[in-house]
Every structure is written in structure tokens, then in C-alpha cells.
């Protein structure tokens, strides 16, 4: 492998095994996100999507196998150096999760005050850049409750960039929205990952979204990645679960 930082995985799972009460969720998972990747993992509901975004952060411990973020074993960390490898991890949940009793300013300033020596007038500073790449600089007074649901996702995302993450994780970043909102969280994503070459996974079982958006693609059936590959040939695959997925189809052996 090149000793260049660039060619090596931001995030590597190996051969991941994961159980909820005697019950396999995740049977041997292996995969790779490269710096700057847009990787899009497919799967229907309850097929473990978000319980990797969760394993990743390390809050759910893998019953074998590796995740690595940045070369470091997730399983090993103690508290201090996972809060550090959280840190370097942006999350944009489904929901937004703001927190309603806050100001859009005061959920951005939230994890700095608390995880960084920042000044005021920092904060202030990164607060302002980070609205303003989602658009969202005149916002930064309202509440929650103030806004639609589109601007909320667009504030959960200037929140996930405060900390300048190397990674950032999406869950169903498209859910609840309606088709041109859903279009233009997907052009921030991309523009996002573009201007500031950060390295994203991508959870949905949105087709256009996950084309729309992806460098790569992985899906997830039955605890395995299936097919871990190019948008161009998950549109080409054969494989019959792929094909009924992303097709939409009623008929094949997902319904069986």
C-alpha cells in the first residue's frame, strides 16, 4: 500500500459480526470508504444500515471482527479516545435531532463550547461559515420550531461540520422530505463532500437520492454486502436482489 495518507481507508470494516439477543444482524461485513468517497449503502428496512452508522461511532460493540476510522481499532478505545474519534465524525441524523429549546446558533456553538478551548468570538466565526455553506445564514437566530423540515436537515448538517470532520454519516437524509427538498439535500451532499473533501456514507433505500449522489455503492441483505460497487454497474447487475431493489419490483426472492 502508497505511504500516501490519501490511498489508505478513512473507515475499514473487516469481516464484522454483530448480534442483538442471540440473533445475527451482521454476518462477516467488510468494507472500505476512501478519502472523499460518497459511499451510499443500500438495504431494506431493518437490514442493518443504521446499526452500522451506530457501530461505527462505536455504541454498539461487534461480536468479531475490525472497524477501523483513521487506522485506529474502534473496539479498543477507551472512553477519552472514542469521545476524540467521535469528534472527527459528523453525524446528520434522520430527524435533524436539534435540540427545540435551542437557537439555530446555539446548536452549531453547543459541541464547540463543550469539546473545544474555542473563544466566543471563534465559535461566532465557525457558527457563520458553517450556516452559510448550507445556506442558512439568515437563520441563525430562529428556533427549531421555526423552520420547515428541509432547513432543519440543512442545519443538522452545518452542525455535523462544526468540528471539521473527516467523516460524515447520513441517515436517510432524504426521509420525510418532499421531491425537489429531497434534490437539494442531495446537491448539498455532493456539493459538501466536493468543497470541503469530506468522506461520506450514505444510508437510504431512496433510489434517485442514492444514484444522484453516490461515487460508490454497497448493499446490505440478509447481514452481508452483496454487491459493493460502482453506481454504473449497480445499474447493470443481474444479481436478483439488486435488480428487484433498485428496480422496485414486486416479484423475486426479497418477497420470498
Excluded at 470494516?13 to 468517497?37: I, K, N, P, S, Y
Excluded at 431493518?46 to 468479531?64: A, F, N
Excluded at 437563520?139 to 467523516?167: H, Q, T, W, Y
Excluded at 442514492?210 to 452481508?224: C, D, I, P, S
Amino acid at each position: 500500500m502508497s505511504n500516501d495518507p490519501s490511498s489508505r481507508p478513512v473507515l475499514e470494516l473487516d469481516q464484522v459480526r454483530l448480534a442483538f439477543e442471540g440473533e445475527e444482524v451482521l454476518r462477516g461485513v467488510c468494507l472500505r470508504a476512501m478519502q472523499g468517497e460518497r459511499l451510499v449503502i443500500l438495504g431494506r428496512s431493518g437490514s442493518g444500515k443504521s446499526t452500522l452508522l451506530r457501530l461505527i461511532l462505536g455504541i454498539v460493540k461487534l461480536v468479531s471482527g475490525s472497524v477501523k476510522f483513521e487506522g485506529a481499532e474502534v473496539s479498543q478505545m477507551g472512553r477519552g479516545r472514542l469521545n476524540q474519534m467521535r469528534s472527527r465524525i459528523g453525524m446528520v441524523y434522520q430527524y435533524s435531532a436539534l435540540i427545540s429549546s435551542l437557537n439555530v446558533r446555539d446548536n452549531l456553538a453547543l459541541p464547540l463550547e463543550e469539546l473545544t478551548d474555542k473563544s466566543t468570538r471563534e465559535i461566532e466565526a465557525i457558527v457563520d461559515e458553517k450556516l452559510a455553506l448550507v445556506g442558512m445564514a439568515d437563520a441563525k437566530n430562529k428556533m427549531p420550531a421555526e423552520l420547515s423540515g428541509g432547513m432543519r436537515k440543512r442545519v443538522g448538517f452545518a452542525r455535523a461540520l462544526v468540528l471539521d470532520p473527516a467523516l460524515i454519516l447520513y441517515d436517510e437524509p432524504t426521509a420525510g422530505l418532499d421531491p425537489v427538498i429531497s434534490a437539494v439535500i442531495d446537491e448539498l451532499i455532493i456539493t459538501l463532500s466536493e468543497k470541503i473533501e469530506v468522506t461520506s456514507i450514505i444510508v437510504t433505500h431512496e433510489m434517485s437520492s442514492a444514484f444522484k449522489v453516490a461515487t460508490r455503492m454497497a448493499m446490505l441483505y440478509e447481514g452481508r454486502i452483496i454487491l459493493d460497487d460502482t453506481p454504473g454497474h449497480f445499474r447493470e447487475s443481474t444479481d436478483p436482489v439488486v435488480a428487484q431493489f433498485i428496480h422496485g419490483e414486486v416479484d423475486g426472492p426479497i418477497l420470498r
